[in-house]
């Protein structure tokens, strides 16, 4: 994005964000609420890195 329009959406956002701050909130919990969901049931790639690779020496 150009730079100009960058700067007008983060005003815009920073704008909706401060007269929503109740719909941000429960967006939030709900993005980490799904978030940890999905965590939960991915299977168990073992020990090691949290990307699931193992650690050689």
Known sequence: MEQKALELRREYLRK???AN???VKKYN???WEK???ERKN???LGKGEPDGETVTA
Do not use: I, S, V
Request: hydrophobic share 25%.
């Open 42 to 44: 991915e299977p168990d």
């Open 35 to 37: 978030k940890a969901q």
């Open 21 to 23: 701050k109740d719909k």
């Open 29 to 31: 919990a709900t993005y």
């Open 16 to 18: 909706w964000r401060a």
